[in-house]
């Protein structure tokens, strides 16, 4: 039997198959969004009498379950997710099998507690309805965390109701690099309100990301002085990193985001919250009157000191208010839940310590990257990264993803295997491989997209066309912009000084 991700254990009972001719669900803990889409997968008839029964066992964890199969299908659970998960195995098996069921039974729970799909919707947004596909897709795979990057330099994508101009301004951007195609989008709270419950309704829990100190220009355009020297700079319309960040000297700019985080805690209430922390350039920091200050005060030594306190007291906000604080940097608090933003690093390389982290890594789980940078072996054969992990995320970059098709491209097959490592413990390509025929079989029932086997593992012409035409990004990140910026910066700093 093929299944992804791989349950734990598969026993076979005997050599008898059973005809059920149709299904129905007995009562259960499901939501109706869950009930619906399991009944229409196959579109097969409904039994005359329940025989998918669901049974409680407080032996089980949160997300473990049994499936023993006979004349009845027997779920056995501790919770609506396991019942859920109970239910996309099946899937598979009914996928495989049809009406005529093996008499198996399934032991299965996962490996990790944490399994994220991150989706960056501030350099293209996407809509509401597009969430909720990836929603259903991150189900198929039994991943339980959706993590939303909802600000950037080009969009900020999250009604604030304190500060308007956040999405009034700076939603949209006149153009996209330099082919002049404006862009914009937000999701409103009823929108937020409506992706959460959907992802609730199949046991998915929502992580928002307000990315600060850096990654702010959107915010900076709408309000000019979150910066150090305030002037009128609009949404950024090229890709890369920005060296206007939010000015941490400035009482008003902490009184920000407080405020921001306030609403993100009243719309996203799950425990999780994402607040960034990575490529902060400190150049305007350096010069900064009021960063200065706050650094003598603190008895901080330099400006990637003063990131760290920042990061620590918006985290300890967070702690105060119920919430777990995630981020990019892992310089930090050993308490701190740890995204591992690896770079372009060899397994091993990264010392994480006794900290908690969750793998993903570039060598694997960066999935916007071109399969010439990260094959489908490469994700599939990824080991995760020793020390305290308690999960993996796919992460979905979008500067060169601006719709649903592209995302799909660009997620399936790795997700795959990610899904495996996150669920069952491990990945082997040698193993995947010989899932791969039916896993593409099992994403067109499904209406998902995906790369084909010669792009997802290219030889090695198509790898190195596929990164020469991916690095076309360093035609487009306004580095001399950045430069001459800087000089002109400098020049305001010598006459406040």
């Known amino acids: 039997m093929k299944i992804i991700p791989q ?59 049994i499936i023993e199969t006979g004349s009845e299908i027997v779920i056995y659970s501790n919770s609506a997710s396991g019942q859920l998960y109970a239910l996309q195995t099946l899937k598979q098996i009914l996928f495989q099998c049809g009406c005529k069921i093996p008499h198996i039974r399934v032991k299965d729970y996962p490996a990790h507690k944490f399994r994220g799909f991150m989706l960056d919707a501030g350099r293209y947004f996407f809509s509401v309805d597009d969430v909720k596909s990836i929603i259903r897709r991150m189900v198929l795979h039994k991943l339980n965390v959706l993590h939303l990057h909802l600000t950037e330099d080009q969009g900020w994508r999250i009604e604030i109701e304190k500060y308007p101009l956040l999405t009034e ?62 002037r009128k700079l609009p949404v950024a319309d090229h890709w890369g990193v920005k060296h206007d960040v939010l000015c941490v000297g400035n009482e008003k700019t902490m009184q920000f985001v ?32 009021a960063c200065n200050a706050k650094r003598k005060k603190l008895g901080l030594e330099n400006s990637d000191a003063l990131q760290f306190w920042f990061m620590n007291t918006v985290k300890d906000y967070c702690k105060s208010h119920g919430k777990q604080a995630f981020m990019w940097s892992w310089e930090l608090e050993d308490d701190t839940l740890l995204h591992t933003d690896l770079g372009f690093t060899k397994c091993g390389e990264m010392n ?105 593992n290219p030889n090695a012409l198509r790898a190195k066309l596929s990164i020469l035409l991916f690095e076309r990004r360093q035609l487009v990140w306004e580095g001399l912009h950045n430069l001459f910026d800087d000089k002109k910066i400098e020049k305001i700093a010598r006459k406040q000084s």
């Open 352 to 456: 994480t310590g006794n900290r908690p982290f969750i793998d993903t890594s570039t060598q694997a789980y960066y999935i916007d990257l071109p399969y010439g940078y990260i094959s489908l072996k490469d994700s599939a054969n990824h080991k995760i990264y020793s020390g305290n992990a308690i999960g993996v995320e796919a992460t979905l970059w979008t500067e060169y993803v601006p719709n649903m098709k592209k995302a799909d491209t660009m997620s399936f097959p790795r997700t795959g295997c990610l899904a495996e490592t996150g669920w069952s413990g491990s990945c082997t390509w040698e193993a995947f491989s010989e899932k791969l025929d039916y896993y593409y079989s099992f994403l067109d029932k499904n209406n998902i997209g995906y790369a084909k086997a010669n792009k997802a």
């Open 7 to 65: 349950p734990q254990c598969i026993t076979e009972l005997s050599k008898t198959v059973f005809d059920m001719k149709g299904f129905t669900l007995g009562k259960n803990s499901l939501s109706e969004e869950a009930k619906c889409d399991f009944l229409s997968f196959l579109n097969l008839p409904q039994a005359e009498k329940e025989n998918i029964l669901f049974k409680e066992s407080t032996d089980l964890s949160d997300e473990e379950y």
């Open 258 to 289: 407080y405020d921001v985080l306030d609403e993100f805690f009243e719309m996203f209430p799950d425990e999780y919250i994402h607040i960034g922390g990575d490529e902060v350039p400190k150049h305007r920091w350096d010069l900064c009157p």
């Open 169 to 230: 301004i700076g939603s949209s951007r006149k153009k996209t690099n330099f082919n002049h195609k404006a862009h914009s989008g937000f999701y409103t709270k009823a929108d937020i309100k409506e992706i959460v419950d959907y992802a609730h309704a199949f046991c998915v829990k929502v992580m928002p990301e307000f990315d600060i100190p850096g990654h702010s220009r959107a915010a900076i355009a709408a309000y000019n002085d979150l910066t150090c020297f305030p």
